[in-house]
């Protein structure tokens, strides 16, 4: 206890150098750490993002790209797919639900996804959860609407609110559906998934709003169909973006994706939501190995920096070592208490890079999640971040073993001598 008090007071007595010691080793762990847990963090999101969904069914293309825009609404579709085909296989005996999708609209740069009620009875993330809702209900009218937490809290929508959607996908369209409003109907409850990035309606209203379109071309002035002249009974879906399904058993699933993947009717691919999620995590695997290289070159640099700081005043300290020698102090406890004030920098170091990966996560996941569509999901402390966190302390302790060996061979004589 003797040595820690005399560490720590030493330590203190040279603040500023101590500080931005502790300072350059905490901003070396913070890049190492935050490095693992965003990469954890964004792992558990994406894959927390949809359970319980055996297949996603496209249109012909590679996995990752359907999974992206199917899911978690980034990027652009290949094609539609048919709704005969659609109906082929939700009605197929293997199928015990399916989940259609379709996308192509937006709103203030929000995603519009036209589904059907099997969204809000079938959908779960996070294993289990299902959707809710904070205020209202699901839509069912033509032109109702369903909107995400995120959207609301950012667009200060309410129940009741009228909303003009987008064609395409730009934040600022010129051409909109202002003819036809939708009218809110219901606030999803907070799911931290892109659901909440999200507006819902009804595959009918996505219908109704291109009804007087033609070839992607918007109807010319004067030409509008508006909104009071619109049934039910005269619209007819013919396409929709992906739907998601799940089997009745998990032996059928393989068998299903073989036979929507060579399916004659038109061509379709079905994925496997985890494998081609292992896609994704194997095309980042380069970019994460170099991140953390990087962020490894950036800790030895620091753990270098305490180093240099403890044997720069190692001169300064020989009157101080020669006064602790005087007292009563064994050489070999002059060579510890070195190595035990390099252990402190080292921990304070990397317990305050620790704490700051953690404020910076929960500070800026929404953001992320919002900005840039990537679900960051609020991961604890893995095995190999409790290994950084030993190594790093251990590292300090051992690199404090070469200014404690200067301090040790200075003899009693040479530091009363000194000037």
């Known amino acids: 206890m003797t040595l ?5 007071k030493s330590l203190k007595s040279r603040a500023v150098t ?19 847990r965003v990469r954890d963090g964004a792992q558990a999101g994406f894959s927390g993002t949809l359970s319980q969904t055996d297949l996603v069914v496209g249109a012909r293309g590679g996995s990752l790209p359907l999974l992206l825009y199917a899911v978690f609404h980034i990027g652009t579709g290949n094609n539609d797919i048919s709704i005969d085909s659609y109906n082929h296989f939700r009605n197929h005996p293997s199928v015990a639900w399916t989940i259609p999708i379709s996308l192509g609209d937006s709103h203030h740069g929000f995603r519009v996804v036209a589904t059907d009620d099997n969204f809000y009875e079938h959908y779960r993330y996070r294993r289990d959860h299902t959707i809710q809702f904070a205020e209202g209900t699901r839509p069912s009218g033509i032109f109702d609407a369903a909107i995400g ?3 609301a809290a950012r667009l200060g929508y309410k129940l009741g609110q009228k909303i003009v959607l987008s064609h395409g996908l730009e934040r600022v369209s010129l051409e909109n559906h202002a003819d036809k409003p939708f009218t809110v109907v219901g606030i999803l409850a907070r799911t931290s998934t892109p659901v909440d990035r999200a507006l819902y309606i009804t595959l009918y209203g996505d219908e109704a709003m291109h009804i007087d379109w033609k070839d992607g071309t918007p109807p010319a002035i004067g030409e509008e169909i508006p909104a009071s002249k619109i049934h039910k009974e005269d619209l007819h879906i013919d396409q929709i973006s992906a739907f998601l399904l799940r089997t009745k058993s998990r032996v059928d699933t393989l068998l299903l994706q073989r036979e929507i993947n060579t399916y004659k009717g038109e061509p379709l691919t079905a994925i496997i939501p985890a494998f081609a999620l292992q896609d994704l995590w194997s095309v980042l695997g380069y970019a994460d190995i170099a991140l953390s290289l990087v962020s490894a070159a950036v800790l030895v640099v620091g753990l270098l920096a305490m180093l240099i700081a403890l044997y720069t005043v190692l001169n300064e300290r020989r009157r101080e070592i020669a006064i602790l020698r005087a007292i009563g102090l064994h050489a070999r406890q002059i060579f510890g208490l070195f190595v035990l004030e390099s252990a402190l920098i080292s921990a304070l170091g990397t317990l305050l890079g620790l704490g700051a990966v953690y404020v910076l996560l929960w ?20 095995q190999r971040v409790v290994l950084y966190v030993f190594g790093v302390i251990f590292a300090g302790a051992l690199l404090g073993c070469i200014p404690a060996w200067g301090a040790y061979r200075r003899g009693l004589v040479d530091g009363l001598n000194a000037h």
Do not use: N, Q, R, Y
């Not at 820690?4 to 720590?8: F, G, I």
């Not at 800026?364 to 609020?378: R, S």
């Open 4 to 8: 820690l008090m005399l560490a720590w």
């Open 363 to 382: 500070l800026f996941h929404v953001p992320i999640e919002t900005h840039f569509g990537i679900p960051l999901a609020m991961v604890g402390l893995s």
């Open 18 to 36: 101590t500080g931005l010691t502790i300072f350059s080793i905490a901003l070396s762990v913070m890049l190492l750490v935050g490095v693992d």
């Open 149 to 151: 937490s995120e959207v």
